[in-house]
């Protein structure tokens, strides 16, 4: 249906299959690569180290340094805070993130770039990116895990 979503959605949609490239690692159904990458989110200039080192935790192979799984994008808006840590409050600084190439670290995954975005495109992406919300309510997580 060419009327599901609107002009902005798709626009974003035309710059996360395009210029912006996000689909390089979401892809799929799921939106996701399933794979590990650095953003360089949690990344200490002052100290040159990462709060969490990610991936490298479990593997303790360099290139995992700062590498934290790829989300799936379906229902993505209604899930923040966002990145392993909750630093971004919005998909907005998600997006910025991104726009900006990431945090400059020794890790940085090649697939990140700055993707030179007016703010207009942005928005396009974030709308983008609110049509792959479904309508089902959402699941509420226990308060706690059974014993």
């Known amino acids: 249906d060419r009327n599901a979503v609107g002009p902005e959605a798709k626009k974003g949609n035309e710059l996360f299959f395009g210029r912006a490239a996000c689909h390089t690692c979401h892809l799929g159904e799921s939106f996701t690569d399933g794979k590990f990458h650095n953003l360089g989110v949690g990344w200490d200039d002052a100290s040159r ?8 935790g479990v593997t303790k192979q360099e290139v995992d340094l700062g590498a934290f799984k790829t989300p799936t994008l379906r229902d993505v808006s ?5 990145m392993h840590d909750g630093s971004a409050g919005t998909l907005r600084e998600v997006v910025d993130l991104y726009n900006r190439g990431g945090t400059k670290n020794p890790q940085l995954s090649a697939k990140i770039f700055p993707l030179g975005l007016t703010g ?7 709308a983008f990116m609110k049509a792959l919300d479904s309508d089902l309510p959402i699941e509420e997580p226990p308060a706690a895990f059974p014993r």
């Open 120 to 126: 207009g495109e942005v928005d396009a992406l974030v």
């Open 78 to 82: 209604r899930h923040a805070p966002y």
């Open 49 to 56: 180290a990462f709060r969490d080192v990610g991936r490298y």
